[in-house]
Nanobody, 123 residues
Framework: QEQLVESGGGLVQAGGSLRLSCAAS????????MGWFRQAPGKERELVAS????????YNLDSVKGRFTISTDNAKNMVYLQMNSLKPEDTAVYYC????????????????WGQGTQVTVSS
């Protein structure tokens, strides 16, 4: 059974860092695009960044460029989101997802989703 499991969320002060991890199992996700999404309270879920297994990356939000880095470890079937210089507005549930589309795939094109990990940034 295909499964994506996120970890690494938590409570951090503004200016701090967190690294989110996504463990993919149950099938090979090579050839898939992996994305990190987030959903803040009262807001729609949005794509933060996506990556393909050959290393192509897309940072969808201007607000995270230069602060967040998406990466993969192909051997371990892992996807990471390194988040630095965190701000209170980064507070959200962060989701890992997989798509057979492209870096520009819409949410509806993502087939597999994790259950999410909460990130809370205090001011």
């Amino acid at each position: 059974q295909e499964q994506l499991v996120e970890s690494g969320g938590g409570l951090v002060q503004a200016g701090g860092s967190l690294r989110l991890s996504c463990a993919a199992s149950g099938r090979t996700f090579s050839g898939y695009v992996m994305g990190w999404f987030r959903q803040a309270p009262g807001k729609e879920r949005e794509l933060v960044a996506s990556i393909n297994w050959s290393g192509g990356r897309l940072y969808n939000l201007d607000s995270v460029k230069g602060r967040f880095t998406i990466s993969t470890d192909n051997a371990k079937n892992m996807v990471y989101l390194q988040m630095n210089s965190l701000k209170p507005e980064d507070t959200a549930v962060y989701y890992c997802a997989a798509s057979r589309g492209s870096l520009y795939s819409s949410q509806g094109e993502y087939e597999y989703w994790g259950q999410g990990t909460q990130v809370t940034v205090s001011s």
